[in-house]
């Protein structure tokens, strides 16, 4: 399941805590930080082109487990305005063994970095705004992808 979600995210609503095949639950949390590039940050904006969002999240999930031996995937995001500390997106990858849930979590999450329209605007201590982009996702999607194939 790739879910965009315009509030905040309530965890047990979206995500199973246990399957009885998996040997390995990965998780990943992005939480709004209080800086970026030496700025102060006092809250940030997320907008997304929600259907568009949902489909190429569900492709990368759809992705991972074939290039992955997992046995599910999870992914919300979250959009609107979040304060410092809130919940941004969170993963969830389960698998028979750590590896393969560890290197899909990682392949989603810098493949929804680089692939899925999501946009966030963050609001500094300053007065000033500014519509940010991850500066080190260009490469990570395709700089991993042959040790992803080699994880399986």
């Known amino acids: 399941m790739f879910k965009i979600v315009d509030g905040p995210i309530v965890l047990h609503d ?11 639950i990965v998780t990943f949390e992005g939480r ?3 800086n970026n590039q030496g700025k102060k940050v006092k809250k940030l904006l997320y907008e997304a082109f929600c259907e568009m969002a ?23 995001h979250r ?12 993963i969830s990858v389960y698998a028979k ?9 990682q392949y989603i999450i810098d493949q929804v ?5 999501i946009w966030k605007k963050e609001f500094y ?23 992803f194939h080699h994880a399986r």
């Open 32 to 34: 709004v930080r209080d």
């Open 113 to 117: 970095k680089t692939r899925v329209p």
């Open 14 to 24: 979206y995500f199973e805590s246990t399957l009885d095949e998996v040997g390995g």
């Open 79 to 90: 959009t609107g305005v979040l304060a410092i500390r809130d919940l941004a997106i969170r």
């Open 54 to 76: 949902e489909l190429e999240g569900a492709k990368i999930l759809k992705e991972a487990k074939s290039f992955f031996a997992i046995s599910k995937a999870d992914c919300i």
């Open 97 to 105: 063994h750590r590896e393969a849930a560890f290197l899909a979590c």
């Open 125 to 147: 201590i300053d007065g000033e705004t500014e519509w940010v982009k991850c500066l080190t996702c260009a490469n990570q999607g395709i700089a991993h992808h042959d040790h």
